[in-house]
Each structure stands twice: as structure tokens, then as C-alpha cells.
């Protein structure tokens, strides 16, 4: 299954409705084939697609709206799965509603889910309820245009939520039919859990040119479960083998990049043999820029990443944007009145111009702390005896 849009109306603390385009909406010349993926005739994915924005600006929560759709699609349970936190706001009754459209090799499908938050009234106890779903599909010889891909006016609707199907819980996506039934799935690495607490996060005996990139130091690093305890046996040249059985004890021993390195290169790993997604909080963090440019630009590398995986990834980090050849793979995350995304091709139309510049020039508005906060900081600290 390939994501090619997700839009979701309803979401509290947002000001619009959150959209987000995997489909390369400018255009694509010859050059840029090579870094994106092609999902059918001349329909492209960007393979690595950028949420930035000041703090609190609401980045992980549009991450967290990603990988709750994401999950949603891939059969969970929306109440297990962890990014529903997003809608602990929600009131009774009120509805959020998911459009996800997706490739599943054959058709472009559309699914319209209509959730709500459900409060018992007499323990007060809440869970999340899909009311309504419905799904339609079209053939591909069908699409003229890349805005026509998503119009299904004309689409005859093959599935929809009957109430009266007991066989499926209240939780659970009506696609988990057409799942089963096409053997299909989305592969995910969500490191979401993952962002303020540096733990090694994969097991196994890690790539040897993968610990040099990392920490020269480094002979050998194998991590495995052994009657369900972790055994981790680490060796530095020169020096004696270090036996451990606690991936916090590794902290004492590796620095705060080279535990978060390897858990996203495996992740990413993954990724790729998968051609699934990968997602990531605040990415600079424990890595210096050099490692991060690395980690995009091997997603962008079709010798690499050879089946289209993509990473998804926030940052406060304006240079990385410099890595992106388009626009259109960088969206702009702003918090004033509610959140608010931009994809940067809608405000930016030239793709030589420096956008780490043109976001740090606050060109795009609301991209750099507010003049005055910066002022009434700095009388705060002139002040302080």
C-alpha cells in the first residue's frame, strides 16, 4: 500500500484541515526521478518529506495525526493505538474525519472514516468509535490529471460501515477486509516513543561499517534477548569485551548520537527492504547536522532505497531544508489561533533559492521567534543581579 494523501477535519487545537500530500505536486523533469519514487504511469512520491516549525508550533502532533492514520489503515485498533492522544480533547460526540487515499497496486482507493469520542455515562469512561466509513475505488487508466487522482464524483462506492455487521468491532477500519483479502499492509518504523528517551530500540548484531560511520571505536556491538533478559556484549579495539544486560547501561559506555544512530539507521533498514515509512521527532536531536544531511540523503538515493520507502521527519534544524531539491517535499508548520501546515510550494514557487535563508529571514511568516518575545527575554536577562 503507498500513501499518496491524508486529510483530517476535526482535529482540536487545529485551525484548518490538516493535508498532507505525499504525491509530488510540482513538476517532475528527469532529474527528479531519481530521487522520487514512481507509483504508476507519471505519478510520483517524494521519498522523504519535512515538518518545520518554532517550538510548540505543533509538528509532533502533526506526526502523531500520521501515524494514527497510518495504524488505522493497518488493521489496529484505534483505541491501542499510542498517537490517539491527539484527540483526548475531543467532546462527547464530536467527530473527527480521516480521508486517506492510497495505491494498492491495482487502484487508487479513497476511505472516509468518521470517528468520535464515546463517554460512558455511568462511569465516565471514553473510547473512540468509527460511526461511519465508507470506501471507493477507481481504476488507474481513469486518471488524467494529478488533481483529477483524487476526484471520485464518479466513482462507484465499493464498501460501507453497516451498523448492523456485528463481525466488526466498533474500533476497527472497515479495511481491514480489503487487507486480508489483497494481502496488503503498511510497513512503519514510529520512533514517536521514541524522542525523549535515548534507548537503543533494536536488537541484533549491528552492521560493522554501520558502528565505523558512527564511532570508529567500536570492534563489535551485539544486543539479543536471553531468557527474556537483554544481553548486550560490547567491544572497543584494544580492550577488553564489555558484558551488559541493560540498554540503559549502555549509556554509560556509548555517547547519546551514536545510540540514537543506531537505532534509526536499523530502523531505516527496515525501511527500505520494506519500502514502508519511517518516522521521526525532532531528528537533529543527539546528531550533528552531517549525520542527519546522511539519513535524507540516503532515503533520496534509489540505489539505496530501492522500493520507495519514505521518512517523515520534524525539525527545527532550517539548513536541512537545503538538503530538498523541491519544494514540495518541505511543509511549513505554524501555531497562531491553531495549528496550521503549508506545504512550501504554495508559498515558495522557485526551487533555487536557499530555503534555509528564506526561513530564517522569516520570509514565510512565523518562522523565527517574534521580535518582542526576543526583546522582553533579553531585558529579563540584562536585569537578572
Known sequence: MKLLKITVNGLPHFKDVLDIDFVAQQRVDDDDKERLCNVFSNIYVNK???????????????????????KMLNNESINNIQAKTIMDDLDDKQQVIITSFFFDGTYINKLESFIEKEVNVLDGSEKLIIRDEKLWSKEIGKIKTKKN????????????????????????????????KKNMSIFICDMLEWTDHNILNVLGRFPKELLTFLDPSIEYLECSLKEKKVDIRLKFYGKEEIVINSSRILENYLSSGTIKGLGVFMSATFAFIEGGYLIIDE???????????????FFMDKKV????ATILFSTHYSELLDEFDRNDSIYVVRNKEGIGVENLSNILKRNDIKKSEVYDSDYLGGTVPAYEAYMALKKVLISVK
Open 305 to 308: 532505497n530501492k522500493n520507495g
Open 48 to 70: 522523504a518529506i519535512s515538518f518545520i516549525g518554532i517550538n510548540a508550533s505543533g509538528k509532533t502532533t502533526i506526526l502523531k495525526a500520521i501515524s494514527f492514520v497510518m
Open 149 to 180: 487522482m483524487f476526484d471520485f464524483a464518479d466513482s462507484d462506492l465499493k464498501e460501507k460501515r453497516d451498523s448492523d455487521e456485528q463481525y466488526l468491532m466498533d474500533d476497527v477500519s472497515i479495511i481491514v477486509a480489503e487487507n486480508k
Open 283 to 297: 531528528i537533529e536531536n543527539h546528531f550533528n547536522r552531517e549525520i542527519v544531511a546522511t539519513l535524507i540523503r
